[in-house]
């Protein structure tokens, strides 16, 4: 079945820790995203790709990065920078023509030990 | 300009009824509206979409209608049942932004039997 993988379900980070998650679609799509979702809160962008060695900075960027080296493939780095790191983190993809739906992985839950 | 205003936070509705849910937008220049369904661990699914020249879309029980003077749309879900209970996310984009998404702040929908 086509999708959209992400993981870890759960991943824990200590102060000062960096830690990459997941996220590979076997969807063909062109662009991926990345999307932090808070409690009470809709989710806010962090970084997009449209093609493969590519991204944009989204709306709260600040303590992400991000690669896109092959087109299957979209990892985000939470970094020490990010001060508050906590959150549920969702990848989607697109096929990368008109306005063609969002598809969404099932998320990680990132927690600070 | 860029934000996308959902109401109510929460809503509550007996099995039969009808919940609506509400959002508003400044920027005239969207012209992609879809709705997301999410539950509790999963992420969003896309329930059904609409554009600003359509004012009103049916898929099911699921209704959109948008006014595009006022700058609104809502989500209807007719005789609505427990399994639609979930959190409901409008949201809107524009065609030349790369496929990005602005969020509503999300709706947790509960329907009691």
């Known amino acids: 079945d086509g999708g959209i993988t992400q993981s870890p379900k759960y991943l824990f980070r200590k102060e000062g820790q960096n830690v990459t998650l997941s996220c590979e679609q076997n969807?063909?799509?062109?662009?991926m995203y990345w999307y932090r979702q808070d409690p009470g809160q809709g989710l806010r962008l962090i970084y997009y790709?449209?093609?493969?060695?590519?991204?944009q900075k989204g709306d709260i960027a600040e303590g992400y990065s991000v690669s896109r080296e092959k087109k299957e493939s979209f990892p985000l780095t939470v970094t020490s920078a990010q001060k508050n790191p906590t959150a549920f983190y969702l990848c989607?993809?697109?096929?990368?023509?008109?306005?063609?739906?969002?598809?969404f992985g099932d998320g990680t839950r990132l927690s600070i030990l | 300009q860029q934000q996308v205003k959902q109401s109510p936070q929460s809503l509550i509705v007996q099995k039969g009824g009808i919940p609506i849910i509400n959002c508003a937008y400044e920027?005239?220049?969207?012209?992609?509206f879809p709705w997301y369904q999410q539950f509790p661990g999963k992420g969003p699914a896309l329930l059904i979409a609409i554009r600003p020249d359509v004012s009103e879309k049916k898929e099911g029980r699921f209704t959109i209608s948008f006014n595009k003077s006022a700058k609104q749309f809502s989500l209807h879900i007719m005789d609505s049942q427990p399994g639609d209970s979930a959190t409901y996310f409008c949201?809107?984009?524009?065609?030349?932004?790369?496929?990005?998404?602005?969020f509503g702040q999300g709706t947790e929908l509960s329907v009691k039997p």
């Open positions: 969807l063909n799509h062109d662009a």
């Open positions: 949201a809107a984009s524009k065609g030349n932004q790369g496929g990005k998404l602005i």
């Open positions: 989607a993809s697109k096929t990368g023509q008109g306005e063609q739906p969002q598809h």
């Open positions: 920027n005239t220049a969207f012209d992609y």
């Open positions: 790709s449209q093609i493969v060695n590519d991204f």
